[in-house]
């Protein structure tokens, strides 16, 4: 069974960087999609990143773009997401998400639009003030 566990999240000051971490145990597919999400008090769950496992290929949304980096360490099997240029607007619970599809090709463009988020870890609070 796959677990994801997140980790990073904290407090920082508006135009800082903050890096979260989500290891992935179990087995899972080589190549895969996986995403990093946020939801804020209030506000329904939205997707910031994506990237295939496989090429590395990514795709982010437009309030991510430029700002925002996801990556992920096939060796330790860790997804990241470096974000930088905080603000308060970036305030919300952080989760990434694995889809357990076996996919040999994707993008990160297919994973934004169309993963199957079907393992979710337990979320890290990002604060901005």
């Known amino acids: 069974q796959v677990q994801l566990v997140e980790s990073g999240g904290g407090s920082v000051e508006a135009g800082g960087s903050l890096r979260l971490s989500c290891a992935v145990s179990g087995y899972t597919y080589p190549t895969r999609c996986m995403a990093w999400f946020r939801q804020a008090p209030g506000k329904e769950r939205e997707a910031v990143a994506t990237i295939f496992t496989g090429s590395r290929s990514t795709y982010y949304s437009d309030s991510a773009k430029s700002r925002f980096t996801i990556s992920h360490d096939n060796a330790q099997n860790t997804l990241f997401l470096q974000m930088s240029s905080l603000g308060p607007e970036d305030t919300a619970v952080y989760y990434c998400?694995?889809?357990?599809?076996?996919?040999?090709?994707?993008?990160?463009?297919?994973?934004?639009?169309?993963?199957?988020?079907?393992?979710w870890g337990q979320g890290t609070q990002v604060t901005v003030s």
């Open positions: 998400a694995n889809d357990g599809g076996r996919r040999d090709v994707g993008s990160g463009d297919y994973c934004f639009h169309f993963g199957v988020w079907d393992t």
